[in-house]
């Protein structure tokens, strides 16, 4: 996680209300508290999300999760998720080419995909060499972060 994805992060959470956010990857884990009066919100868990025990004693008593159908899709595929929230585009401008098309291969390093993200234009690099299977939004479409966007079956 970069900068700034964690200077947003504090930005969502501030606005959204909520008193704590805790996220922890392999070698990095953040948590954002603020001073807000508790706020009651009703969320659905992803489908590979999973709480850790510390986590779940801080979650409100009144949150409210409902399991989400698994992909349809084949075990095979990686889903190649959003890294940010933001606006989803394509191509660098609507008179380009996309950058990738269904049946496209690329490799590690090639441009899959710009989201703007507070009036900056964050060109989203593949960390996986594959060939795009399904594109799971749709063009200039608002992206949450971790919001699934591509399947690859990966090479």
Known sequence: MDIKQIQELIKFVSRSGVNEVAI???DFKITIKTNQAPTVINTIAP???TVLPAAAAALPAAIETKPV???DESSKYVTIKSPMIGTFYRSSSPDKPSFLNVGDEFSVGKVIC???AM???NEIESEISGRIVKVLVDNASPVEYDQPLFLVEPM
């Open 24 to 26: 922890e990857q392999k």
């Open 47 to 49: 489908a590979t999300a």
């Open 114 to 116: 710009i989201i703007e």
């Open 69 to 71: 159908d698994p992909v």
């Open 119 to 121: 009036k900056l234009f």
